[in-house]
DNA sequence: GCCAACGTTGGC
DNA sequence: GCCAACGTTGGC
């Protein structure tokens, strides 16, 4: 199993709504960035467990877990004239742009905030804590994993 | 709201 | 293929 990081700001859609939708799963549209794209379509596996982060927030940080429980298909969304992420250069025959679907599992009992995480020696590496880095899905590692469940107090 | 950092576009 | 201009991300 692999783990990741995927990003999404609250006011659009947070963990809050990722809980409260149908089979408290959602299709993870919108990325139009290609190395998150090959993540989406070629790393990103069913099980696989992905931290739920909130950007451009007060405060950013980790707020739960998901799942994925669809693999890799094409981000119908670019097909779209009137979607906001819609790329004319994308069509169903040739997709450009890709997308998983994924569960949520567990909120944390609280949100594990960039500053903390920032803190946390174990967790310089953390491809989220690069500067510049501004990937909206990004691979996490083992180890990683474990220490942020243990910041948040539950199980990994 | 500011702005640093980054990715993409397009002229040449 | 270079690189300036532009748009976006996201922390602060």
Redesign the pocket.
């Known amino acids: 199993m692999s783990y990741w990081l995927i990003?999404s700001?609250p006011e659009v859609f947070s963990f809050a709504d990722l809980q409260a939708a149908a089979r408290k799963t959602t299709y993870w549209d919108g990325v139009?960035?290609?190395?998150a794209r090959n993540t989406l379509r070629d790393a990103m596996k069913k099980g696989d467990r992905c931290f739920f982060?909130h950007?451009?927030?007060e405060p950013?940080g980790i707020a739960g877990i998901c799942e994925v429980v669809r693999e890799g298909y094409p981000d119908h969304t670019a097909f779209d004239p009137k979607d906001p992420h819609y790329d004319p250069?994308s069509t169903p025959d040739a997709p450009t742009w890709y997308m998983v679907d994924v569960k949520a599992v567990r909120a944390f009992p609280r949100l594990i905030s960039?500053?903390e995480l920032?803190a946390a020696r174990a967790l310089q590496g953390m491809v989220l804590l690069q500067?510049?880095?501004?990937?909206?899905v990004l691979p996490v590692s083992r180890r990683e994993w474990e220490t942020i469940c243990a910041l948040a107090g539950v199980a990994g």
């Open positions: 990003k700001e139009r960035n290609y190395q982060y950007s451009n927030a950013s250069k960039l500053a920032r500067k510049g880095s501004r990937l909206s």
